[in-house]
């Protein structure tokens, strides 16, 4: 079963505008990560927040954290055509096992 | 470096047949994960080793499942009498350690039963 669920399914943007991109989760975690999917294949690790951070920044990505809420959302800023692709949350909270989310699509439109 | 490879890319195998999906992971990560990604069941966690053992095969959805790794590498997965349910892409995935690392994932195995 899914640990979580991320919010919207889908989103649809112009080349340069911003995407937020959420996740909920359930149980207490020792991280959280961010994964793209392009295409239905591999997964591309983006970014990974330890439960004791609040905010990390990668290039155009910025990953908060909210222990409190149980909850994450993932930023990019000044999108490309080229970020189109499946976005993914996962939680570690055993061992290394990653329970996923549902994923969001997004698709930014030149 | 290399990064983790899987084979094949694609399988299709009629109902009933047993298949092998083979996973090279990273040199030196001692931790390998299989996972599964089918439509109606999202992306989920089928088994992990730590080196050699399997200390979660939790997720593994029936005993026409097995896996195994061998010389802390290589690691197979066989799905035995193949049924349509089946039908999902196939991810390996590896880290250095396994407790709270990054996980590197290969392309896939698509497989498809018929």
């Known amino acids: 079963s899914q640990q979580g669920e991320e919010d919207p399914q889908a989103l649809s943007i112009q080349e340069g505008e911003n995407a937020t991109m959420n996740c909920s989760y359930k149980?207490?975690?020792?991280?959280l990560q961010w994964y793209r999917q392009n295409s239905g294949r591999g997964l591309v690790h983006l970014i990974l927040?330890?439960?004791?951070?609040r905010e990390k920044h990668s290039g155009r990505l910025r990953v908060t954290l909210d222990t409190s809420k149980k909850s994450s959302s993932l930023l990019i800023t000044a999108s490309r055509a080229a970020d189109t692709a499946s976005y993914f949350c996962a939680t570690d909270n055993q061992g290394g096992k990653l329970i996923f989310g549902q994923g969001t699509e997004l698709s930014v439109k030149p | 470096g290399a990064g983790v490879s899987q084979s094949p890319s694609n399988k299709v195998t009629e109902k009933g047949k047993d298949v092998e999906l083979r996973c090279d992971p990273i040199s030196g990560h001692t931790a390998l994960y299989w996972y599964r990604q089918s439509l109606g069941q999202g992306l989920e966690f089928l088994i992990y080793?730590?080196?050699?053992?399997?200390?979660?095969k939790s997720g593994l959805p029936s005993d026409r499942f097995s896996a195994e790794r061998t010389g802390g590498s290589v690691s197979t997965l066989t799905i035995q009498r193949t049924q349509q349910e089946d039908s999902a892409v196939y991810l390996c995935a590896s880290s250095t350690r396994g407790y709270e690392d990054t996980q590197y994932f290969g392309p896939g195995t698509r497989l498809t039963v018929l």
């Open positions: 927040i330890r439960s004791n951070e």
């Open positions: 149980t207490s975690i020792n991280n």
């Open positions: 080793f730590q080196g050699n053992s399997a200390p979660d």
